[in-house]
């Protein structure tokens, strides 16, 4: 089994920065795609921005541009937010394809981190 722990979210001011990142963490052999979403109260979760084991990317019309996903070699993934928008205020999930023991492929999710861009 694996987990995923989010931390970066809070309290920024409009037009400015903000790094979100999620550590894998557990039995893991390797991981797939990973992608960044976010929801907001009574609205679908939607894909931000993904990706993939070889650093292929894509991301929502709304933040290409302004936000910049990336991983490294400790199973981490990052989500580098600028020119922030009120708009962009909501609850980020981290997502990843995990692979464990038997090889064995299970989609997790983080438990989300509130980001809030003030007017």
């Known amino acids: 089994q694996a987990q995923l722990e989010e931390s970066g979210g809070g309290l920024v001011q409009v037009g400015g920065s903000l790094t979100l990142s999620c550590a894998a963490s557990?039995?893991?052999?390797?991981?797939?795609?990973m992608a960044w979403y976010r929801q907001t109260p009574g609205a679908q979760r939607e894909l931000v921005a993904a990706i993939t084991r070889d650093e292929r990317t894509q991301y929502a019309d709304v933040v290409t541009g302004r936000f910049t996903i990336s991983r490294d070699n400790a199973n981490t993934v990052y989500l580098q937010m600028n020119s922030l928008k009120p708009e962009d205020t909501a609850v980020y999930y981290c997502n990843a394809a995990i692979q464990g023991n038997r090889g064995l492929t299970t989609t997790y999710w983080g438990q989300g981190t509130q980001v809030t861009v003030s007017s």
């Open positions: 557990g039995v893991i052999l390797g991981i797939g795609r």
